[in-house]
Structures are given as structure tokens and as C-alpha cells.
């Protein structure tokens, strides 16, 4: 499967983004799609996360109401609705899949996109 996400940019605290991740490939519909992101100096942690029985979940307690999860309209299609962002959001951010279910463990995911990079900032 190979991902490839999209949408990142520059934003103001308190603004918008949606992040797109796009999979293809063999096996897409049997595949679990999941949000990652990564600080400067911190570890890369687990946002949100879609299985391939469409069950999503939220990892994070400080994206919880804040962030949105969804499939897009094009099969393979995963979005990453972002508001009231706060400057503590910025972080580069990974879409990456794994075989059905859901995980928060980073080891757990086979397939990695390049990152987008996201900065709240005024």
C-alpha cells in the first residue's frame, strides 16, 4: 500500500486545516488508515485512526472535539478535519496503514506517507 498525504501548511491559532491521506494498492479495502504526528524532539504519537470496519478513534485527549476523522467520497480516501488549532499542534503529520483494525502503536503500522507539515503560529 503506498500513502500519501496532503493539506498541511501555515496557520493561525484558533484557524482550520484538513489533511488528506490517499492509499492505493493492493489490499486498500482491507486496511486500517491512521494519523500520526511528530513535534520537534518528541516522539511521533498516534492522532486518530479508521479501521476497515469503518470504527474510529480519537488517541490524543487534547485533539478530542477538536479534530474530525473521516473517509473522503474517493475510495482510499482518508481526511483529518483540524480546528481550533493551537500552536501546541504543530508537528510534521503521517498518514500509515496496517492490515484491519485500529492501533495506537507506531510499530504497528507497515506503511508510511512522506508527512505534511503543519505550523500554528501568529
Known amino acids: 500500500v503506498q500513502l500519501q498525504a496532503s493539506g498541511g501548511g501555515l496557520v493561525q491559532p484558533g484557524g482550520s486545516l484538513t489533511l488528506s491521506c490517499t492509499a492505493s494498492?493492493?489490499?486498500?479495502?482491507?486496511?486500517?488508515i491512521g494519523w500520526f504526528r511528530q513535534a520537534p524532539g518528541k516522539e511521533r504519537q498516534a492522532v486518530s485512526c479508521v479501521g476497515d470496519n469503518d470504527e474510529i478513534l480519537y488517541y490524543e485527549d487534547s485533539v478530542k472535539g477538536r479534530f474530525t476523522l473521516s473517509r473522503g467520497t474517493t475510495k482510499g480516501t482518508v481526511l483529518l478535519q483540524m480546528d481550533s488549532l493551537e500552536p501546541e499542534d504543530t508537528a510534521v503529520y503521517y498518514c500509515a496503514a496496517r492490515s484491519y483494525r485500529c492501533s495506537g502503536q507506531r510499530w504497528a503500522f507497515t506503511s508510511w506517507g512522506q508527512g505534511t507539515q503543519v505550523t500554528v503560529s501568529s
Open positions: 494498492g493492493l489490499g486498500v479495502d482491507n486496511k486500517a
